[in-house]
């Protein structure tokens, strides 16, 4: 159970690299500046990835989870 | 558009104009040799779809504001002036072009369309009219090398989740890592993509050969060179030369990913260091008797399609072929293959962008010739031609499966017992020749 609210939830699973990140950016302004999707991937590349698109983007990762098989990341939109 | 802007589009135009780029405007004498070369106009047959066509919409500007002729007369040539209107014919010869450089091989001046494309693309960035996305992945990139230090941990602990799939297909020896980072004095820093896939079998390949390697931090692509900013590319080559210089490494092997070996190779520079795409560094195993392949895992026609940075701009075009003959007695080459090989049609950043439409139909001649061969398997070295193939499969509904060349390569390695050195490659084996021919 996820101590997020979460706005919504992205399955990532099994996309190659950049496509995470890409749909990420896509998928952003479906929701509400302060809102929070809940991103699941595949690629460890992620880990690096997502937190550089916050920094570039101006907005936030609150946490990230490694799972057995898949990455849990929640992003929460700030602008 | 203001004066202003244009002003600045045309210093960033002038900053372009080499001697070669200024060589490649004033010699095309329109005789229509590239045509026919583009896969684009081969799939779908209009002009604005033709390397020439590209070219003028460029030396049409050219003319107008860098040429004494296109001052006094500008009809002569056909000058034209850069306003918003013609900015949509830029973005044609940006974006409807991959960079695969085939018509440059045809013409007769051989003019690099690949630099005056790299002009259009200046423009669109110098107006703020770009695709975003690239723009965005090249920010990312150098984001992640500005802070490094804060992803590391995340990152070494992501690589170790994926050790047990190396080890099922390669044994690990005791003590050792099955994927390797921060080696200082490595033989060989490999360089890889983001994705599991381009980490795992590389990783298996390497421990099956004994080499003293470690996985680099940083992803191999380089989105900066898609979107044609040579700043943003330098800044996300660096990330890796420093890296690589830091491990005082002997070589750089990049993935499978044309674009990454070909910035790093061709626009970067000399380095302390050598730098080779991974499947050089397979057929260099096979040849030093390093690795051992199973060829009855394989029961299939194989083909491959020749990434067009790696083979045409690269000038790698055996070794994958001397590879794949470890793997299967049924290999047989695509009708255009080598230099002359189509591109797949999703070079260039088109396969990020997203105009599915125009990379599938602009493909097709690239389908039918994979049609012909009758392959079941079809192998290719390049992330990018990877995920515009397998698209091309599905649309056109072909029951061919793409393949990387190092993920066939992992699954057939054979599991010494004794020793993991054996026997130097012996005559009957398939020889590499490194004299590159033409399709």
Known sequence: ?79 | MEENQKKELLELFADKLTRAARLYLDNCTRCGVCIEACHVYQSMPETRYTAVSRAQNIRRLYEKYFKLSGKIAPWWNEAVELDDAWMDRVWETAYTCTGCRRCMTFCPFGIDTGLIQSIAKLLLIGSDREPKVLTMLADVSISKGRNIEATKKSFAQAVRNLEAEVIEKWRSEGGEEAVPLDVQGADVLYVALAGKHSIVPAAAIMNAAGEKWSLSYFEAVNFGAFVGNPKKTKEIAQRIIDEAERLKVKEVAICECGTAYRVMKHMTGKHSFNVITFVELIARYLREGRIKLDKSKIDARITYHDPCQIARQGGIYEEPRYILKHLTDDFVDLQSNRRASYCCGGGGGLVIMGDKEFRMKSAKVKVDEVKATGATILATACENCHSQLSDLMEYYGLETKVQFVSGLVADALVQETASRKVPAATSEEPQLQLTAKAG
């Open chain 1, 1 to 79: 159970m996820s101590a997020h609210a979460v706005a919504k939830v992205l399955d990532l699973k099994g996309l190659p690299c950049p496509m995470p990140v890409v749909k990420m950016s896509q998928e952003i302004n479906s929701v509400k500046v302060g809102e929070i999707i809940e991103v699941h991937t595949t690629d460890p590349g992620s880990l690096a990835d997502f937190p550089a698109w916050a920094d570039t983007t101006g907005n936030e990762v609150l946490e990230t989870k490694q799972r057995e098989g898949s990455i849990q990341i929640f992003v929460k939109r700030l602008k």
